[in-house]
């Protein structure tokens, strides 16, 4: 980090750094995902067309079913994206 710091690294090394550390995965619970993104329970739920205590509970699940996960990220905006990896090879899951 101190190469970065004091110019060190060519431009291309530079822009890769930067490019891995902006696909950097940050890993949260769901709870924690729509805290950081600022909505409470009750804004979510309304855009979920759930209930506040429906949502309680989802976020609260060790289990859930990818249905309930994406109506749950795509309130928040976001789509759901699942990935298996098997013997290090990451294959993205397009039929669930």
Known sequence: MKAVKV???A?????RVT?????EIREFTLKELRQDL???QTELARTADMTQSEMSRLESRAD???SSLRRYVEALGGEIEITAIIGGR???LTDV
């Open 7 to 9: 110019g060190r690294l």
């Open 11 to 15: 431009p291309q090394a530079l822009a």
């Open 19 to 23: 490019t891995r550390a902006q696909e």
């Open 38 to 40: 600022d909505v409470t």
């Open 64 to 66: 859930h079913r990818v």
């Open 90 to 92: 990451r294959v993205k």
